[in-house]
């Protein structure tokens, strides 16, 4: 329980970044549930194996209305959820557990949780099929910002998601069917910040649904962390342009072969994480924009060429900066070190220093190679 607790607590980490109140208490009996206090005083309840209608008769039992976090793992058995399961009480946070996003069908009254809607600011649903859920029973989520699916399955019914109008973060990681999405809810929310999509077997074409439909929202303005990483996503996606703040972009673990002229054409970039894609191509000019601060992350490619054409414009903004942290991460490619690499070695030497861990194909570091070596190039 505690592993399971510290996993989501993780993830929230990343994606919250924010500060949410103190919500203390003293316990009561929530039994079969288990009721504590956090190092700061917050009440907790844990229900584990706790059948719905059991869960609503200790919170009908129990007085106090605020619990700072609520943790329902469901017995296989427990997968419908009547309305008003908290007996109108309310949870900050609120994490609902399955047993098996394979076997586990959720299925949410309306009104099952309505009691929370004006007060719940973060929901984690896991290890659920969720092809009969309802998202209806969100409707009114008016103070929620952070919402997670991890480990789901048949996700389309979140075509359905209602109006979210504070939503910041929306994550949905390891989790299945999106091949069959026809659109995504993007106009549900009205100033996404992360959307993180992780290990869900996105192909190119899901990805295609999800960021046109956020292109005519009004989240194309205000998000700036986008993360796509371990997916089956084969090309840069061409809606990436025209999201102008997006600052983090992620599409690690991927099967990127190519990066084409303008893909990342950007404002200003933070982090591009283009790391283990099999690259082995990258076109002149791939990165435009304000690279002065940018870290991009290449490492663990199939690159052999570190060219002129691609690198120069980006390296020279960012060795331009005094105390820049932008820079090239190399790592694990077998660059050819020769008369291709002379631009650098022989005629920029000042630009290395906003490159790192870059080395040939036999191991000499690029920081190693001799300017000497390039004179008759
Ligand atoms: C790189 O990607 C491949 C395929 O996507 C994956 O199997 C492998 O574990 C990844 N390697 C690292 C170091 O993440
Ligand atoms: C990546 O895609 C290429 C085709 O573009 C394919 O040949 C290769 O097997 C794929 N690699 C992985 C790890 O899926
Ligand atoms: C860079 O250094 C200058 C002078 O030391 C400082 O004023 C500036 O805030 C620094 N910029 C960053 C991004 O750290
Ligand atoms: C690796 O290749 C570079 C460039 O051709 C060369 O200068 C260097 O001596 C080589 N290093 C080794 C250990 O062979």
């Not at 439909?213 to 989240?219: P, R, Y």
Request: glycine share 6%; net charge negative; hydrophobic share 40%.
């Amino acid at each position: 329980m505690n592993v399971y607790n510290a996993c989501i607590a993780t993830v929230f980490i990343v994606l919250v970044g924010g500060i949410l109140p103190n919500i203390q208490a003293e316990c009561e009996d929530y039994s079969p549930c288990a009721c504590g206090q956090d190092a700061d005083g917050n009440l907790y309840v844990n229900c584990i194996d706790v059948m719905p209608l059991d869960i609503q008769a200790a919170f009908s039992r129990t007085t106090a209305l605020d619990i700072y976090s609520l943790v329902i793992i469901l017995p296989a058995a427990g997968g419908a959820i009547p309305a008003d399961l908290l007996a109108g009480k309310r949870a900050l946070i609120m994490d609902l557990l399955g047993t098996s996003r394979d076997s586990f069908q959720l299925i949410m009254d309306p009104a099952a949780i309505r009691s929370s809607s004006s007060y719940t600011k973060q929901l984690v649903i896991s290890k659920c099929d969720l092809s009969l859920l309802n998202f209806d029973f969100l409707r009114g989520f008016a103070r929620l910002e952070e919402l997670r699916l991890d480990t789901t399955s048949n996700v389309k019914p979140i075509e359905n998601l209602p109006p979210l109008t504070s939503l910041v973060g929306l994550a949905i990681d390891n989790s299945q069917g999106f091949d069959d999405l026809i659109n995504f809810p993007a106009r549900a929310f009205s100033s996404l910040d992360h959307l993180y999509f992780y290990n869900d077997a996105l192909s190119d074409q899901a990805v295609d649904i999800v960021l046109n439909a956020f292109l005519s929202s009004t989240s194309a303005n205000t998000l700036t962390t986008l993360t796509l990483s371990k997916n089956q996503i084969t090309r840069v996606p061409s809606q990436i342009v025209s999201l102008p703040n997006v600052i983090n972009f992620a599409l690690t673990n991927n099967n990127i072969s190519m990066v084409n002229t303008g893909a990342f054409s950007l404002t200003a970039p933070k982090k591009i994480y283009l790391n283990n894609v099999s690259l082995d191509t990258i076109e002149p000019n791939a990165f435009q924009g304000d690279y002065s601060y940018a870290e991009i992350d290449l490492s663990n490619n199939n690159l052999v060429s570190f060219d002129y054409s691609v690198f120069q414009p980006v390296l020279t903004q960012m060795a331009g900066i005094a105390n820049s942290t932008g820079s090239v991460f190399l790592a694990n490619n077998p660059f050819s070190c020769d008369c291709g690499l002379a631009w650098l070695i022989r005629d920029n030497p000042n630009l290395l220093k906003a490159t790192i861990g870059g080395t040939c194909a036999n191991s000499t570091s690029f920081e190693d190679l001799n300017p000497g070596g390039y004179i008759n190039c």
